[in-house]
């Protein structure tokens, strides 16, 4: 007679589960990074992709209009502030920013032939090819925050030293109020490709376009100093208190990333001045940028070339300085 065994091992014990768990747990622990890698790396391309659309843009503005477009093309003489409603009234044509400009070259002839009356009644509507994908905060910091904000600034030039030591030039007129204001509103930048008043055509990069900066990212969560896309440069408010609001100066001891150390306290020096600069919505004042981003350690900057690169946060400023401008003739290399 033949006596049947009984496998007495037919299920898991409790020991090997708790080891399939703890292994299981184990895999997903090492695979979850690289998959929040492989998006990032998904959302950093798409930026890419972004502001080199913005560059081919930019360029076929240049077709039609012989120049760049402008920052704003902002009268220093004109105050939008009315002392009997003690408001701001609604901007003119003129005013709005290198973006609106740029509507009919990026897929937006919608929006470009809607104006409103209130000019800035445009940025209730998102503009997708505005956003970093890293950044999922759209709403502006400042002005009525149902408005839409950008995520890319045109890069207005440097503000610091040149190679042989010499301040870089800004613009008197314009930065004059806000100078007088505060401190720590910061000087304007005119020596890069988006300025306030335009006519930089590609023949006055000197420098080469592809040996100059067109756009960069201030796209990092908590920035608080984004206006709405479609504000240029106005003056405002009873004090006359100007803003870069859609480009911004690259200052030289202002890094990448900066801005987000909220311990930072920032001392810009230029002309002769000290502009002690406090955490203002963590940017270095209306005419400086706090460039950077929610990339891993750094930041899309598009050349006018068109071509798009990242830059370390480590990046020297002097570097970003250079490639600010458009006729300096620093070396880059």
Known sequence: MHIKQINKHNAFTLVELLVVIAIIGMLIGLLLPAVQAAREAARRMSCTNHLRQLGIASHNYHDVHQELPAESYFDPNKNFYDPVTDEDTPLDEDHTSYRVRLLPFIEQMGLAQDIPEEIQDMSLFPVPIYFCPSNSKHLVDIGELDRYASHYYGVAGAIGHDSSGNPYPTDELRQKNVVAYGAFLGPFANTGTIIIGGEVSFGTITDGLSNTFLFGEISWANYGSHYNWARGTAICGAAGITALSSAKGMAENFPINAGKDETLKIVLKWHGTTYDVPIRGKSAGHGVGGFGSDHA??????????????????????????????DGGESTN
């Open 297 to 326: 350690n750094g930041a899309n900057f598009a050349y006018t070339d068109g071509s798009v690169h990242f830059f370390s946060q480590t990046t020297d400023t002097t570097l970003l300085m250079y490639l600010s401008t458009r």
